[in-house]
């Protein structure tokens, strides 16, 4: 449906695909699993919790009739429990794992955005969701290190 209103030749991406760039790759992934340090995924860390939290409020706390009328925000729960269920599946495989999740969980972004409206602090759901935004940036700037390797200048 997406191709066919976008006008993008569906046949024509697909025939791009390198099936050897494709094999190569899953050969990679396979050789690294197997000869690599013992990888481990944490399903449990502060992102995937956020999106449980927010998958389950949204299902069980917004009246259906709201929800029916917001389809971006279904559209972008759907995305975000299936990026949940992929990592869950496919932890045994941690590089292909992230990958897959992460596809479908860009969209989480919009669902913790899309969400603000139906929160009851009415004036404040913006105020709520810069907190959790900062909550989310001061775990991955300070205890995760995620953003050490954008270090602007290195001081001593």
């Known amino acids: 449906l997406f191709f066919a209103v976008a006008k993008i030749p569906l046949f024509d991406v697909v025939n791009q695909v390198n099936p050897e760039l494709l094999a190569g790759k899953l050969k990679g992934y396979d050789y690294v699993q197997k000869h690599s340090i013992d990888m481990k995924i944490n399903i449990f860390n502060a992102l995937y919790i956020a999106n449980i939290l ?59 955005a899309g969400v603000v409206k139906y929160l009851p602090f009415e004036r404040l759901n913006i105020v709520v969701l810069l907190i959790i935004a900062g909550v989310f940036f001061y775990i991955n700037f300070f205890h995760n290190n995620l953003l050490a390797p954008y270090h602007f200048a290195h001081f001593k």
């Open 54 to 112: 927010c998958i389950v409020y949204i299902l069980f706390i917004i009246p259906v009739a709201k929800l029916k009328e917001d389809g971006k925000l279904i559209f972008f729960t759907k995305c975000s429990i299936l990026s949940v269920l992929l990592l869950s599946v496919f932890s045994g495989v941690p590089l292909i794992a992230f990958r897959i999740s992460e596809l479908f969980g860009i969209l989480s972004l919009f669902m913790f």
